[in-house]
């Protein structure tokens, strides 16, 4: 009886020793034992999570290791999750380096939000495109964003200012050159729109002309939905400059107008 009991004892410290490797950091919210993140990454995860932890109860953790030392991600997130006394509104991202391994788990409450779809199709879009190139800090905090704007979406929370990167949106990625090349397209035409709508009043359109004219509206309305999709703000700003350039012919009427009168 006494040879079981030591067993059982001997099995229930080991686990215990080892999972003592990582503690909670001064950092509360990012524990870098692998030492990969930059102090801005750590201090950008650290405004962020406080942020989320104030407005939804939300415990936003990330932790990265080492190595694993044989013991299994879901152990360790387990370990990691009690330890730390994370609460049931709880997402934690955990990274190991040399076993280029990353789990996130959820509690209870974000399960339904996060789901494990949402999970593996968010690892393969946001982190592994920086972790495959060993940039780890940026694939960190490009995946913490990622989950971060989710969350924010689904409690109404203003997450504008974050930007997220997928790997095969270029769009995003690419969104704020995009952004001046439509501005640039958008007001070329809405010149040319206003100068040929201004030769109309001088000699008859031909229906080439009309059709030009169509075309051009058209591209310009499908350039504004698009710039809606990228950066939506940017939709206000074309439209004043397009309003700008509108703005000659339309004061060049009321002048006519009056000569008439």
């Known amino acids: 009886m006494k040879n079981k009991l030591l067993i059982l004892l001997i099995l229930i410290l080991?686990?215990?020793?080892?999972?003592?490797?990582?503690?909670?950091?001064?950092?509360?919210?990012?524990?870098d034992s692998a030492?990969?993140?930059?102090?801005?990454?750590?201090?950008?995860?650290?405004?962020?999570?406080?942020?989320?932890?104030?407005?939804?109860?939300?415990d936003y953790y990330v932790v990265t290791l080492?190595?694993?030392?044989?013991?299994?991600?879901e152990e360790y997130t387990n370990y990691i999750s009690n330890s730390f006394?994370?609460?049931?509104?709880?997402?934690?991202?955990?990274?190991?380096k040399n076993d280029r391994n990353i789990r996130i788990q959820t509690g209870p409450?974000?399960?339904?939000?996060?789901?494990?779809?949402?999970?593996?199709?968010?690892?393969?879009?946001?982190?592994?495109?920086?972790?495959?190139?060993?940039?780890w800090d940026e694939g960190i905090k490009n995946g913490y964003s990622a989950f971060y704007k989710l969350l924010c979406n689904y409690y109404k929370i203003d997450s504008s200012s974050m930007i997220v990167y997928q790997d095969d949106n270029i769009l995003s990625k690419y969104k704020y050159i995009i952004f001046l090349i439509i501005l640039w397209i958008c007001t070329f035409i809405s010149r040319k729109t206003a100068n040929y709508i201004g030769n109309?009043?001088?000699?008859?359109?031909?229906?080439?002309?009309?059709?030009?004219?169509?075309?051009?509206?058209?591209?310009?309305?499908?350039?504004?939905?698009?710039?809606?999709f990228i950066i939506p703000i940017g939709v206000i700003i074309i439209l004043g400059f397009e309003i700008v350039n509108l703005l000659p012919l339309i004061s060049s009427n009321k002048s006519k107008k009056k000569k008439h009168k």
Do not use: G
């Not at 215990?16 to 919210?29: D, G, H």
């Not at 750590?42 to 407005?55: A, G, L, N």
């Not at 006394?85 to 190991?96: A, C, D, E, T």
């Open 109 to 135: 409450s974000l399960s339904k939000i996060i789901t494990t779809e949402t999970i593996n199709k968010y690892i393969s879009s946001y982190f592994t495109p920086y972790l495959k190139d060993d940039n």
């Open 66 to 73: 080492d190595s694993l030392e044989n013991i299994t991600l």
């Open 14 to 31: 080991i686990p215990l020793n080892s999972f003592a490797i990582v503690s909670k950091s001064e950092k509360e919210y990012v524990t």
């Open 200 to 228: 109309m009043k001088k000699e008859n359109p031909s229906t080439t002309k009309d059709f030009l004219l169509v075309l051009s509206i058209i591209l310009n309305i499908y350039l504004l939905i698009l710039e809606y």
């Open 35 to 58: 030492n990969i993140l930059t102090n801005d990454t750590e201090d950008y995860i650290v405004t962020y999570s406080k942020f989320i932890k104030k407005v939804e109860n939300i």
């Open 85 to 96: 006394h994370l609460n049931k509104k709880s997402l934690l991202i955990l990274v190991s």
